[in-house]
């Protein structure tokens, strides 16, 4: 085994490079540490200093001693936990001499592989919106509600923000900017429950303050859902504690969490008070640049408490959904009954007692918090939230979290063999699939999934086109939490239909961002954080939702083979979809061509032509290859319809069979702007804006990736350059089979030269800033197409890190990115696994990233189990039924429950 030890010496780090399992001979680097630099600068230094050695883990000779970590060391006056460091920065496991010495080096190498591979941690205390980000990335859920990982002594300031969100639950307030009156609809960020602290001999609660806290631990253990955070405690006063906080979500019983909290004083006896709260005071306040609204969402109406339990009950504001939480406060070790004392203020009610404590030993209470709304439960709230309290316990709970997500990583597990870090952050992604769902499964929540989860406020909590981005992952392994999110969209189709209507148009047409009701949410200002100023916002004139909602439609029912759910639903929303873009279409009878006016593509950086009198862009080439496509599907799938479930859903639609003629003639015509060289234009006009320098708009501003921000600063629009936010054109690319796009382009009759897709790629790549992560998805996925894996790893890398490291410069705080989750787990399995369902028959056509050395998951595809195990020139297949697939262009019969093995390449 290829290791390399580290000591740490008073400013220097010392390296033995080993090429036979940390004995000699070594090679011996010395690092000396500047304290000028970063930590995490200096630590690059290592790796510049092992440059093109092979190294499979690395040693730490003198760590110091912790129970929450053993590669923890001291440097120039700081502690890092270099082992965590070491593991992301270079993808190999990190162990502690002194375990190498006790049960070998081969098997603690492989132990601490598989921690890291099941573990989110963090070392240190942060602040501002690195810890927010944290808290974000730590967030424990169920698809019911979404809590945060803030500490649980913390109350929201700059540092600290422990929200708490339920799936629905809206409200929208009103507030005057610059004498316009501005409404605004957000996920409500309910009353803090999950705040416990301390205090000792009587003194202030205990508050989370960087000069009382020595050690700062936080751990998610992804194969439980349990989140566990150690403090080591030092007082002003000189009191010493350990304090760990075990936080957990019932899964099934979605009402639910629980805390387990632990004190335990180490050189004092004397008195500890311990005090438990739901604070009802609480704002939205966890997205800076929605300071300027109106922020209090709820009113508090009723506070009581009985023995050991508390409750506190509100109502929203304007959507006035009720609200109760309880919580009650148990201990094995203290008799909290006769000593719990209740006060209430401000809008927050509180349980305190007093023990008397001893040096040494420890002192265990768990608080068990249940949330009931009036948006999903008819029953009497108050009594509802009782009964759930007395049935709920930290042990029931623990014991729910742990079945429920084995059976997850049983089901939908991705495992990556030989990359520690993507199989990490793999499981990462997939937890916070589940975080953000799980109880859409019920089919009792009337919900979908927002772009940032239940994790934050960013994006006021709505819905958009990400869903799409998410859909196949839930579709594959949770259909019903994938027919939720569409039954949501069902349920709201008659606003859909409103909408158009305000507009001027017909069928339905579905907003850009969409809350409790399905109206459109969209703002027409937005804060520009760069110039301060109140830019116009027409992003609302991204139309291509309403295509996305189709296309799920159509690929749930394609991967579930659920044809009830088109024949009750899913046809009367294409039909009205339909309907929406053939109001849409304007014909122009000298070009004998069909125009849509008025639109956006995804790009968002593009919202209206320079010095045009329209609003908007006309021809979006993504929208009008998926029109033409979604046209030809939708007549497709009409044909093969029974005639009764055709006119019922044309009697609810609104339709007849007149508009299958209009659409076929529009999928025919429909214009797009393509030059000499076989460039689809994004949109018409596009090759006319004026060229960006970028390389000059780097030097200047460094990260332009909101370049359109920095040009509006500089009194510039966006709107006069041929500069993209995030892929547009080839979008469609993305979402459809390339052949199907092609049949697409062939029927619009235009004809593209041989090396067009290349042509094409290069381009709109050389003018995409990525200041969308969900960019660096979609640009992935086509160089790999295209036959450019290096660039496709480092945009899937980038992507699959984006929330780890926040990489925007603190998005993550404000909630974690949920379609570019779901999208990276596509990416693994249909482009590098190869594995895909959207054509006539299961094909697989692998094409593994080199450091991977095998990928092995499970998919369900119309009613068939599959396990995939993939390596680099053969894979094996089983299925739970008879059925054949597709590898490298060549069937092959698959028998049940026989695993077949076939080489390719």
């Keep these: 085994m290829r290791t390399f030890a580290i000591r740490a010496r008073d400013g220097v780090m010392e390296l033995n490079y080993s090429e036979n399992s940390n004995r000699p001979p070594f090679r011996k680097f010395m690092i000396t540490y500047n304290p000028k630099f970063s930590i995490g600068d ?60 006790e049960i070998g080096l081969e098997k603690a190498v492989e132990q601490k592989a598989e921690y890291l591979k099941w573990h989110l941690d963090y070392y ?55 004498g316009r009156d501005v409404v605004n609809e957000d996920l409500v960020n309910l009353p803090n429950a999950q705040y416990i602290s301390f205090g000792v001999d009587h003194q202030q609660p205990f508050t989370i303050k960087k000069e009382d806290i020595q050690d700062i631990y936080r751990s998610l253990n992804l194969k439980t859902g349990v989140l566990t955070t150690t403090l080591h405690i030092q007082l002003s006063t000189g009191h010493i504690l350990e304090v760990r906080a075990t936080k957990v ?59 050991n339990q508390i409750s506190l009950s509100g109502q929203t504001k304007t959507s006035k959904v009720d609200f109760v939480i309880n919580s009650k406060l148990t201990s094995q070790t203290v008799d909290v009954q006769k000593l719990i004392d209740t006060t209430t203020e401000n809008q927050m009610i509180r349980q305190s007692l007093s023990i008397n404590v001893e040096p040494g030993q420890s002192y265990e209470f768990e608080k068990c918090v249940t949330i009931f709304t009036s948006q999903k439960s008819d029953d009497n709230l108050e009594t509802a939230a009782q009964n759930e309290l007395n049935d709920s316990s930290l042990e029931d709970t623990l014991a729910d979290s742990k079945k429920f997500w084995g059976n997850v990583w049983n089901k939908s597990d991705i495992q990556i063999q030989n990359d520690i870090t993507s199989q990490k952050l793999t499981r990462v992604n997939i937890y916070h699939m589940l975080v953000t769902s799980a109880a859409l499964a019920s089919g009792k929540l009337d919900s979908s999934v927002g772009a940032r989860g239940l994790h934050g406020e960013a994006y006021r909590g709505h819905i958009f086109w990400d869903v799409t981005f998410d859909l196949p992952f839930y579709a594959i392994h949770y259909p019903a939490i994938a027919k939720q999110c569409l039954l ?97 279409a304007d014909y122009d009878k000298s070009a004998d061509r069909y125009d849509i006016r008025h639109v956006m593509g995804p790009d968002e950086f593009h919202e209206e032509y320079p010095n045009a009198d329209d609003h908007g862009l006309t021809n979006n080439a993504y929208t009008n290859i998926m029109v033409s496509w979604l046209f030809d599907k939708v007549a497709g799938l009409v044909a093969n319809q029974k005639a009764a479930v055709v006119d019922s859903a044309n009697k609810k639609a609104g339709t007849d069979n007149e508009l299958l003629d209009k659409m076929s003639d529009i999928a025919h015509k429909l214009r797009l702007d393509i030059n000499e060289e076989g460039i689809i234009g994004q949109f018409s006009g596009y090759f006319n804006l004026s060229k960006l320098n970028f390389d000059s708009y780097r030097k ?125 787990l596509e990416i693994e399995t249909k482009c590098y696994g190869g594995v895909r369902f959207d054509t006539d028959e299961l094909s697989i056509n692998p094409h593994l990233p080199s450091l991977w050395q095998k990928l092995s998951f499970k998919q369900t595809y119309q009613g068939i189990n599959y396990k995939f195990e993939i390596a680099h020139h053969r894979l094996i297949v089983t299925a739970d039924k008879d059925t054949h697939v597709k590898v490298a262009d060549k069937a092959y019969s698959i028998s049940k429950n026989k695993p077949t093995e076939i080489s390719y390449k």
């Design 700 to 824: 200047k501003y460094g990260d332009i990736s909101r370049i359109d921000r920095l040009l509006k600063g500089e009194g510039k629009s966006p709107d006069s350059y041929q500069v993209a936010k995030q892929a547009d054109t080839l979008m469609a690319y993305y979402v459809l089979p390339f052949n199907e796009v092609q049949n697409v382009i062939t029927r619009l009759g235009y004809e593209l030269p041989a090396n067009f897709f290349t042509t094409n790629l290069r381009f709109y790549l050389d003018r995409t800033t990525h200041g969308s992560t969900l960019s660096r998805i979609v640009y992935s996925v086509l160089d790999e197409m295209d036959g450019n894996m290096d660039q496709s790893w480092q945009l899937f890398s980038t992507a699959l890190f984006s929330d780890y490291y926040d990489i925007q410069g603190g998005t993550t705080a404000e909630g974690i990115h949920l379609g570019v989750m779901g999208a990276t």
């Design 488 to 584: 949501y969209r069902y349920n709201r189709i008659g606003e859909a239909r409103k909408y158009a209507t305000s507009e001027d148009k017909r069928g339905a047409m579905y907003p850009w961002q969409s809350g409790m009701y399905g109206d459109e949410q969209s703002q027409f200002v937005h804060l520009n954080p760069v110039s301060g100023e109140w830019d116009p916002d027409n992003s609302r004139l991204q139309r291509h939702v309403s295509l996305s909602v189709a296309y799920d439609v159509i690929n749930y029912v394609h991967i579930t083979g659920d044809h009830d759910f088109m024949q009750k639903y899913g046809l009367e929303m294409l039909l009205s979809i339909c309907k929406f873009w053939v109001s849409m």
């Design 249 to 307: 979500a019932n899964m099934t019983n979605w009402h639910r969490y629980s805390i387990k909290y632990e004190l335990k004083p180490i050189n004092f006896s004397g008195s500890l008070q311990l005090y438990s709260e739901i604070d009802g005071s609480v704002i939205n306040g966890n997205v800076d640049r929605y300071k300027d609204f109106n922020q209090k969402h709820i009113d508090i109406v009723g506070m009581s408490a009985h023995d």
């Design 124 to 178: 240190g205390e942060y602040s501002g919106k690195r810890n927010y980000g944290q808290e974000a990335m730590l967030t424990i859920g169920n698809g019911y509600f979404g809590l945060r990982g803030a500490y649980v002594e913390s109350t929201a300031n700059k540092d600290n923000y422990p929200g708490m969100y339920v799936a629905g639950v809206y409200n929208q307030l009103t507030t005057n900017i610059n």
């Design 42 to 101: 200096n630590l690059e230094n290592i790796k510049a200093a092992l440059t093109g050695l092979p190294i499979d883990a690395a040693i730490i000779e003198n760590s110091l001693n912790y129970e929450f970590s053993d590669t923890i060391i001291g440097i120039n006056h700081q502690k890092i936990d270099i082992g965590l460091a070491i593991a992301n920065m270079m993808n190999v496991p990190v162990v502690n001499l002194q375990t190498v010495k």
